[in-house]
């Protein structure tokens, strides 16, 4: 289950593989092969041995962070830092996404537990490989927040200073369905339609910027 979960966020949930077999590994087939193989590919995760990925077997809190720190891009950070397991542990806890250490790190997580997890890491900046230099080795590059670099969902903390409502910018009212925050003008959700009820109030905002160049 969890590499399902951490292919779907490297590939944003699109249809990602055309795979005809399920690799070295005996024990999944080729439709699971398919749906899990970024997360191969990319060496986020691996198998148990060299023939089995124990596809359906429950995850340690020891390996959901190794996941999550190779997720973010800090593995090589936690292989300097001592490598498996207490090299992961550390890195996550110094990243700011390991939940409180059980009394046995080979303790099996909940969904509870790995959801707390993917919303700390959520400001978390992605560490990408850049260039390879003639010494042989990977320069690292501080790319955008986890939540922007996989999903292209932006955020952004201001004050809501305008609606349709009231405004207190100094600049006027907006049209029915928007808000301003900060000096932005974004769209409202169906969902979100309740905010310009809140003008002068603090705000955190998740958007995504469209074709047209509109926030919503």
């Not at 809190?61 to 190779?70: I, Q, S």
């Not at 300097?80 to 996550?92: F, H, L, N, R, V």
């Amino acid at each position: 289950e969890l590499a399902l979960i951490v292919s779907d966020i490297i590939m944003h949930g699109e249809n990602t593989s055309s795979a005809e077999d399920s690799g070295n590994f005996s024990d999944i087939d080729i439709t699971r092969s398919q749906k899990i193989l970024p997360a191969i590919e990319r060496g986020i995760m691996g198998g148990v041995s060299d023939t089995e990925f124990a596809p359906d077997e429950n995850v340690t809190y020891a390996a959901m962070l190794k996941v999550m720190t190779a997720l973010l891009g800090y593995s090589e950070r936690a292989e300097i830092g001592g490598g498996y397991p207490y090299g992961y542990i550390s890195t996550a806890s110094s990243l700011g996404i390991a939940p409180k250490m059980p009394g046995d790190i080979n303790s099996f997580v909940t969904y509870n537990t790995l959801a707390y997890s993917l919303k700390a890491a959520v400001s978390v900046n992605v560490l990408e490989k850049s260039t390879y230099d003639p010494s042989k080795s990977y320069n690292w590059v501080e790319k955008e927040p986890f939540l922007e670099y996989y999903f292209r969902i932006k955020t952004v903390s201001d004050v809501i200073v305008s609606s349709s409502l009231a405004d207190i910018s100094g600049s006027g009212t907006v049209k029915y369905g928007t808000v301003r925050i900060g000096d932005e003008i974004f769209n409202l959700s169906a969902e979100c339609d309740s905010l310009r009820n809140y003008v002068g109030y603090d705000t955190d905002v998740y958007f995504k910027e469209d074709a047209h160049g509109e926030y919503e």
